[in-house]
C-alpha cells in the first residue's frame, strides 16, 4: 500500500448539483480527491435507484478527477462495457450478479477501464481468490450495499486482511478498496487491514468542507 486513495461517493452529494459537488472534492492541493465513486444501483441488484450512464457521461466531462463506477447491478455484462466505453477509469461490479466475472472484466478491460471485483459483506473471498489476478481492483462491502450512511460491519476486514497477504505474497498490482461507513472513527482499523482506496459518501459530503474532509481522512488513512 502507497498514500491512501480516497473516493468521495457522490451518492451522498446533491443529485441537483453534481458538477459542484464534483468540484468541491477536485481542487489542486491535499484536499484533491483520488477517484470520484459513482454509485450506480438498478433497483433491483440492491432496493435503491440512482443513476446510469448518461449522468456518468455527464460527469465525465464536468470534472477530471478518474470516475470509479460502483455497479450494483443485475446483468453486468450487459451493462457494465459502455461504463468503460465512455471513458470511466474503474467499472467495478458485483460478484453475486453474474456466473461469469471473468469474462465481464474481459469486456471492462478491452473497452479501456481497470476492471473491479466487489464482494457483499455476507459474500466469502475463498471462491474467488484464483480470480483476482483478471481484476485491477477488489472492492469490499462493509455495508450491505444500497444506501449511503449506514454502520461500517468490521468482520469484513477479515477478507482486506486474507486479500493483503495473497497481494503481498504474489506480488500482485490489485488495489483493495473498501465502502460502507468509513469515517474518521472506522478508517483506521481498515487502513491497518492492508487497504489502498477508501470510499467516503457521508463522512465527505455531510462536512462543511468536502475538501477538508478528504484531506483529514486521507492523513488518518496513513498514520
Ligand atoms: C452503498 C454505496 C456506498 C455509499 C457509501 O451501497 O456503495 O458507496 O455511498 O456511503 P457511506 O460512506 O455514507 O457509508
Ligand atoms: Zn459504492
Known amino acids: 500500500t502507497g498514500t491512501p486513495m480516497i473516493a468521495p461517493s457522490i451518492l451522498s452529494a446533491d443529485f441537483a ?6 468540484r468541491a472534492v477536485a481542487g489542486p492541493g491535499p484536499g484533491r480527491a483520488d477517484w470520484l465513486h459513482v454509485d450506480v444501483m438498478d433497483a ?3 432496493p435503491n435507484l440512482t443513476l446510469g450512464l448518461p449522468v456518468v ?12 463506477c460502483h455497479l450494483m447491478i ?14 470511466a477509469h474503474n467499472v467495478t461490479f458485483h460478484a453475486e450478479a453474474t456466473d461469469d466475472p471473468v469474462a465481464v472484466a474481459r469486456d471492462i478491460r478491452a473497452a479501456g477501464a481497470k476492471a473491479g471485483l466487489s464482494i457483499k459483506p455476507g459474500t466469502p473471498l475463498e471462491p474467488y481468490l484464483d480470480i483476482v489476478r483478471d481484476f485491477d481492483t477488489l472492492l469490499i462491502m462493509s455495508v450491505e450495499p444500497g444506501f449511503g450512511g449506514q454502520k461500517f460491519i468490521p468482520e469484513v476486514l477479515a477478507k482486506a486482511r486474507a486479500i493483503r497477504k495473497v ?9 483493495v478498496e ?5 469515517n474518521a472513527d ?32 486521507r492523513e488518518q488513512a496513513a498514520a
Request: hydrophobic letters at 45%.
Open 17 to 22: 448539483n453534481l458538477a459542484a459537488e464534483a
Open 44 to 46: 433491483h441488484f440492491v
Open 57 to 68: 457521461e455527464s460527469l465525465l466531462k464536468a470534472t477530471d478527477i478518474p470516475i470509479d
Open 74 to 87: 443485475e446483468q453486468p455484462g450487459r451493462w457494465a462495457p459502455p461504463y468503460a466505453e465512455a471513458g
Open 167 to 175: 497481494i503481498d505474497a504474489e506480488d500482485l498490482t490489485l488495489l
Open 178 to 182: 473498501i465502502d460502507g461507513g468509513i
Open 186 to 217: 472506522t478508517i483506521e482499523q481498515a487502513a491497518a487491514a492492508g487497504i489502498d482506496c477508501f470510499v467516503a459518501g457521508s463522512a465527505v459530503y455531510g462536512a462543511q468542507d468536502p475538501g477538508e474532509a478528504v484531506h483529514a481522512l
